[in-house]
């Protein structure tokens, strides 16, 4: 069994959601079988907790660590702050709950301000400010190992820690990291934007969460056995596009730095307004008006008491009155954590960090395209749908560029899949000319997400279950994680051939399977085309406000 079906309010959800939630496999909800072992008591300052050791795998696990105070009552919409003390030794040993979700745009235009309101009590607590550590063993490494921490997807509106495992990702680099797994705020609870909140708030919250987090693992990772100069952060979709966020952030000076390398597994850039643009300002007045504040003289302190379940309804909403596989909540250009546009600051190589490995899969774009338009698409008119001040010159510019690329619903496909993943990954890539490393996932279907259940397995099965390209495509990057370089391996069996930095003749490193069912992995070049592609959308990113 692949994905649990999961419903939310009552309403079956698009697949798009499906793709971009981590969802957890039957037998994952067997675990309980697997014996557990009390685990040491580790004091992290303001409280002591004892997890568990995996009789199995001899992974310590501890979950549901609290990093931050719970962001309610006058902390919502507010930047996290320090966690309470606590006295005696609290059980790390269960998953923490997610934060609030929510689903992305169904519209079929761009906007759609006449989405249903749910109306279901939510059922999930806005005190969701946790992390989960696993190490190796049951006693904590004396040498100091390097450490992962996993910024989950889920277009910033859904997924959470419980989805994954670390432990899948101690087993593949040989007991030789510690991972860290962290959540945070998603949608308007994470992401509301506007000038008043700017003047009595925080924002960018989500992404200020995830800050939080880091900077808990620089204090206290060590008590775990984790080096806290050997950190590299790694996500997957918008928990790649936050990692991009914090390759940028605070123009790339962060002081002190919170990691040194990045992973980058299908990078999300969607467009980032400043935090007064007309977007944002749109989308906290909708808020506003839906949640029952419209009257009040001062409507954030109004959504700071509304009933949870009264925001979260809005909070559905209003993402799903987005145009079709977009998402409506997203960072913006704050002026403080992000102090201007990505593509900038990437074009600028503001970056932090000494080293980038980003991964794109081949056909990124089709999960949010509704495919049920293929009979009367067209690429100049899915653009300005998608960007909408794009202008009618550079509109038919796209549709000349991507007019050799089959049919028209294979061209909006590449559209949306280069604008907002690929070609920022691109981006990302040449902002650290001498570091940076980039390989495309294309076993078929080669669709975004497919390529989770290869770093995590507990979540989801592999794509192409062939031990020797497992070993290959992930040990690579656990490779990387450990060394920041993928060619020192620590699998023997690893199969990966030399691996050369991007920018030497755009190279990058091809991961495939033959049609006879053989591991294809091979170093080809970047595509020229592509490369047009994307130097187009650098181009135009005043425009796709990227």
Request: proline share 7%; glycine share 8%; hydrophobic share 45%.
């Amino acid at each position: 069994m692949r994905l649990l079906r999961l419903e939310l309010y009552g309403a079956r959800l698009p697949r798009v959601y499906m793709i971009m939630r981590a969802a957890i496999p039957l037998f994952a909800l067997l675990s309980c079988a697997v014996a557990q072992a009390p685990a040491l008591v580790i004091d992290v300052g303001n409280a002591k907790y004892q997890g568990t050791v995996n009789a199995k795998t001899n992974i310590s696990s501890y979950l549901g660590i609290r990093y931050a105070a719970a962001p309610v009552g006058d902390l919502r919409f507010r930047a996290p702050q320090n966690p309470p003390a606590l006295s005696g030794v609290q059980r790390a040993t269960a998953k923490p709950q997610q934060c609030l979700q929510a689903s992305p745009g169904r519209s079929p235009t761009n906007p759609n301000p006449k989405s249903p309101l749910g109306r279901r009590a939510v059922q999930n607590p806005e005190d969701c400010l946790f992390l989960n550590v696993h190490f190796p063993g049951s006693t904590v490494p004396t040498r100091l190992l390097p450490v992962i921490v996993w910024i989950h997807g889920g277009g910033y509106i859904s997924g959470s820690a419980a989805s994954f495992d670390g432990g899948d990702l101690i087993i593949k680099a040989r007991n030789g990291v510690v991972v860290v797994i962290i959540q945070y705020r998603l949608g308007i609870f994470g992401f509301l934007s506007s000038s008043q909140v700017k003047a009595n708030g925080a924002l960018n919250a989500g992404l200020l969460d995830q800050e939080f987090a880091l900077k808990w693992v620089q204090q206290h990772i060590s008590k775990f056995g984790g080096d806290p100069n050997r950190v590299t952060i790694w996500g997957r979709s918008a928990g790649a596009g936050s990692v991009l966020q914090h390759v940028v952030a605070r123009d790339g000076r962060t002081s002190p730095p919170l990691f040194r390398a990045a992973i980058s597994s299908s990078s999300f850039l969607p467009s980032q307004h400043p935090f007064d643009g007309a977007v944002p300002e749109r989308v906290f007045s909708q808020v506003v008006t839906q949640a029952g504040c419209g009257g009040a003289a001062d409507a954030l302190s109004c959504l700071r008491a509304a009933n949870v379940s009264i925001l979260q309804a809005t909070n559905v909403k209003v993402n799903q009155a987005g145009f079709f596989g977009t998402l409506v909540t997203v960072p913006v250009v704050d002026g403080d954590l992000i102090t201007q546009r990505p593509s900038v600051a990437l074009r600028q190589r503001r970056v932090n960090g000494r080293a980038l490995l980003a991964v794109t899969n081949a056909h990124e774009g089709n999960n949010f395209v509704d495919q049920s338009t293929a009979a009367k698409v067209a690429a100049e008119d899915y653009v300005l749908q998608l960007f909408p001040d794009l202008g009618a010159a550079n509109a038919a510019t796209v549709a000349r560029l991507y007019a050799g690329i089959g049919a028209p619903i294979d061209q909006v496909n590449a559209i949306m899949g280069e604008s907002i993943f690929i070609c920022p990954s691109y981006f990302m890539l040449n902002a650290f000319p001498a570091a940076s490393f980039k390989g495309e996932f294309a076993v078929p279907n080669a669709l975004h997400g497919d390529d989770t259940g290869f770093y995590f397995p507990s979540a989801r099965s592999p794509a192409f279950n062939n031990t020797a390209f497992i070993t290959s495509f992930s040990g690579a990057l656990l490779d990387f994680a450990t060394s920041l370089d993928p060619n020192r391996k620590i699998d023997s069996g690893n199969i990966t051939p030399l691996w050369l930095t991007h920018l030497i003749g755009h190279t990058e490193m091809l991961f495939n399977r033959t049609v006879g069912g053989q591991p294809d992995i091979r170093p080809i070049m970047t595509s020229a085309a592509l490369l047009q592609r994307c130097a187009f959308w650098e181009s135009v990113n005043h425009l796709t406000a990227q």
